[in-house]
């Protein structure tokens, strides 16, 4: 009688178990936001923001695959991103006076009423959150597109 075979290389040749990385919640945040912006430039009809926001979905979905492709793209769009939000909100910021220059022409026109005020002071809001998300913004990309590049998390990337 013959003895039965065991097969061994189901055991020793599993894969090593993925520690834990913080940088892919880095990657799905911003493959998140892009969807989301592409929902509302297609709604808009701003195809160039759209195209932009679908190639973004794309090397986010890569990144997370951990495609060696991906990573330094990722890296490049990091740094790109983050020098978008330092641009626009400098620019943001040059309207800090504007909004109060608004609130006193509504009130030297007493026919617009409180809905004038009411509209400045929303607006306002909306720009302060938008100035607080890219100060945000701009430290966590700066800090994907290092962690992108540590030897660490380059070998984590599996080439085709």
Do not use: N
């Not at 990385?21 to 989301?36: D, R």
């Not at 022409?105 to 306002?124: C, E, F, K, N, Y």
């Amino acid at each position: 009688m013959k003895p039965l075979a065991v097969r061994t290389d189901a055991v020793t040749h599993t894969k090593p178990a993925r520690r834990f990385s913080v940088w892919p919640i880095g990657v799905w945040i911003l493959l998140l936001l892009a969807a989301t912006g592409a929902v509302q430039y297609l709604q808009h009809a701003e195809y160039a923001y759209l195209v932009a926001a679908l190639l973004i979905i794309v090397v986010c979905a890569g990144c997370i695959l951990r495609q060696a492709w991906a990573r330094p793209i990722t890296q490049v769009l990091a740094v790109l991103l983050a020098s978008w939000a330092l641009l626009s909100g400098a620019l943001m910021l040059q309207q800090w006076g504007d909004f109060e220059t608004a609130r006193q022409h509504a009130q030297a026109q007493p026919q617009l009423g409180d809905v004038a005020l009411w509209m400045i002071a929303r607006a306002q809001r909306i720009w302060q959150v938008g100035l607080a998300l890219k100060a945000i913004a701009i430290p966590l990309l700066l800090w994907l597109a290092w962690q992108l590049g540590r030897p660490a998390v380059r070998a984590q990337f599996k080439r085709r």
